[in-house]
């Protein structure tokens, strides 16, 4: 037998497995953002405002709390359709949760945010504290007697 007819040997790698998932490594992470509403942060002189994009949520259905400077809005969409015809019968359902999360800057007044949904639109505006002010002051120096 040749060199070029001899039979390959398939090695068993460890190598091979992870290959074959590939596609699905990032499932998660996709799946995740789909339930993740888009979001727009802006800063202004006086106060920071995140608008978010939830269409189809319903108000009762959002949550928007502030724990350790944290602001974290979260909910669920839920929608239903239902169509009825002479030949046939049919109903969609769309369901999931999300959440956001974002870290607020040390400059802000925590127990001031405001949030106003108005057309699928969530406003969150977040009011900056005044900037302390430097007063010059005299600094009396004490003797050790």
Excluded: C
């Amino acid at each position: 037998m040749t060199d070029s007819h001899k039979t390959k040997t398939v090695e068993r790698s460890d190598n091979f497995w992870p290959h074959l998932f590939d596609p699905f490594k990032g499932f998660g992470t996709m799946v995740s953002n789909f339930f993740a509403p888009s979001a727009d942060a802006s800063n202004s002189k006086d106060l920071y405002e995140i608008n978010i994009e939830l269409p189809g949520v319903d108000e009762k259905d959002i949550h928007v709390d502030v724990e350790d400077n944290v602001l974290t809005i979260q909910g669920e969409k839920k929608s239903e359709s239902e169509t009825k015809e002479k030949n046939y019968y049919f109903t969609e359902r769309h369901y999931g949760s999300f959440q956001r999360s974002f870290r607020l800057p040390p400059d802000v007044k925590t127990d001031k945010i405001d949030a106003h949904f108005d057309k699928g639109i969530l406003k969150v505006t977040i009011p900056k504290k005044a900037p302390a002010e430097d007063k010059a002051q005299k600094i009396k120096i004490r003797t050790s007697s």
